[in-house]
């Protein structure tokens, strides 16, 4: 809660990957919901 990194205007280092991640699993959980609605 006391990260100074965090409000000083610069994007965080440590959390890139992490959003990166977070995004892939949307996107896949989006594709599996279109691949299943085509398909049914």
Same mark, same amino acid.
């Given at each position: 809660m006391g990260d100074p990194?965090?409000?000083s205007g610069k @994007? @965080?280092?440590? #959390?890139?990957g992490v959003w990166? &991640?977070?995004g892939? !699993?949307?996107a896949l !959980?989006? &594709?599996?919901a279109l691949v &299943? #609605?085509?398909l049914g």
């Open positions: 990194d965090r409000y @994007p @965080p280092k440590r #959390g890139c990166i &991640l977070i892939m !699993a949307v !959980a989006l &594709l599996s &299943l #609605g085509f």
